[in-house]
């Protein structure tokens, strides 16, 4: 039972929220495993009469066990800080880190028992760090996160992870607790860890540096100043429970019929796909939906919002406004993917290499939008009126943006040259590669 308080600040009124959860032993922990089935079809959609009930529901088992474990996980918790107060410390100063960039709070997040586990298995694994300082903790938590191969590491708490590969098959990433029948990553994104990867990168370049505490530790960084550019994809109700419902009924089930969530772990594979080599990474931010209050004494009204809106943030690299897609020679394997990827936009083209490969043209310098509103109606039958840009109009605002950019670039390059024959050098300089953002052309 937690209280919330109201966000307007001009009111004192908040709400109460009441959570129930089954106790430990109300059933056997491992009838939770991922593959196994824990709720009917039917309870769902009627339409999903037709699926068997040994279809798997590893989400919806995950949401149920977290709540049958979480008292004991945070007693565990609470003994290993007891023991360790110097990780307590350190869990406080991280957590404050990840809140103030919204790591926790959000759906697809980094939970509070999935950091402090973290430590604990960052204890057990550093046997160097027993005696290290709030510091060093911080700044090796930061490491852990950029190097660790999650695919390969098999994490967790439990001597035992012979279930490792059921969760593995159903979730971006693994994380066991002491029982090994609960992944405590399960909520953890793509997308999500991309953001935290790219944060700890900044923040271990930052920690030595004393004025650089208030940006990691106490100033806000909001989702709609990161990024580079924004497009919002508005879902309307009809396409969700008619068009996009029918693509994913299986997925629909473990998931009680969360379909912005399934939307968006489709879009993520064909957003990597389409604009890699045009962004550094991506994120999604859901608004806000205003909901009307009712009487708890009738039965509420069903949903009224005719549409759910979807926020995507760009980090764009140098290549982000290239109106060509090279994609791979005409007769090679990967030649039919990419055509089946693109569709009737695919053209055959000889470059100045001589090669002739698969390319898409895109008629618009915008093209971000433009992919992304390819993708969402090739590949989810989403209409492209739906996808729309919300960024803001450089070019309108800064009127002389782009002379800037020119000559800022001109002079880049003839660093560039100058660098590369340098003679005196142990070893010669081949690549150089910016990373300021009016070197990107993304500035504002």
């Known amino acids: 039972m937690d209280f919330n308080k109201n966000r307007d600040l001009k009111s004192n ?19 939770f495993r991922p593959e196994n089935n824990n709720l009917r079809p039917s309870f769902c959609s009627v339409h999903f009469g037709s699926l068997g009930i040994d279809t798997p529901t590893p989400v919806y088992n995950s949401k149920i066990l977290i709540d049958m474990l979480r008292e004991e996980i945070e007693f565990r918790h609470e003994a290993f800080f007891r023991e360790k107060p110097t990780f307590l410390k350190a869990f406080i100063m991280i957590r404050s880190w990840m809140l103030q960039r919204g790591f926790i709070q959000r759906i697809d997040n980094f939970s509070d028992l999935l950091l402090a586990s973290w430590l604990m298995y960052f204890n057990l694994q550093e046997v160097s760090f027993a005696q290290a300082s709030v510091f060093d903790i911080i700044m090796g938590f930061f490491s852990s996160i950029i190097s660790t191969n999650w695919k390969e590491s098999r994490l ?17 990433f693994v994380f066991l607790d002491h029982t090994g029948y609960l992944n405590l990553a399960a909520s953890l994104s793509f997308t999500t860890m991309e953001q935290i990867r790219a944060a700890a990168i900044d923040a271990i370049t930052k920690m030595n540096t004393f004025r650089e505490f208030d940006h990691l530790f106490v100033n806000s960084h909001p989702f709609t100043s990161v990024f ?8 309307p109700q009809l396409y969700l429970q ?15 019929n969360d379909l912005l969530f399934l939307f968006k ?12 080599d045009r962004i550094v990474n991506f994120d999604f931010l859901i608004p806000d939906q205003q909901f009307t209050l009712w009487d708890v004494c009738v039965e509420r009204e069903k949903n009224t919002m005719h549409e759910v809106v979807l926020l995507i943030g760009f980090r764009l690299s140098t290549k982000w406004n290239n109106l060509l897609t090279r994609g791979p020679p005409a007769k090679s394997s990967d030649a039919a993917h990419f055509r089946q990827f693109w569709g009737d936009i695919c053209e055959l083209r000889k470059f100045p290499d001589n090669a002739i490969c698969e390319a898409v043209v895109w008629g618009s310098s915008n093209v971000t939008v433009l992919i992304c509103q390819h993708i969402v109606q090739r590949h989810l039958k989403l209409e492209a009126s739906y996808v729309e840009e919300r960024t803001l109009k450089m070019e309108e605002i800064l009127p002389y943006a782009m002379d800037r950019y020119s000559t800022i670039g001109r002079a880049f390059d003839k660093l560039s040259q100058i660098l590369r024959i340098v003679q005196d050098l142990p070893l010669l300089i081949t690549n150089i590669h910016p990373v300021s953002v009016y070197l990107r052309r993304t500035a504002v």
């Open 265 to 276: 772990r489709k879009l993520i594979p064909l957003l990597k796909e389409g604009l890699s």
């Open 156 to 172: 967790g708490l439990c001597d035992n992870d012979a279930l490792y590969s059921q969760f593995s098959s159903h979730y971006d």
């Open 228 to 235: 580079d550019q924004y497009i919002r994809i508005r879902l």
């Open 13 to 31: 009124d908040g709400f109460l929220r009441i959570h129930f959860a089954p106790p430990r032993g109300f059933t056997k922990i491992s009838r």
């Open 242 to 256: 008619n068009t996009f419902q029918k693509m994913c009924s299986a997925e629909c089930v473990s998931t009680c």
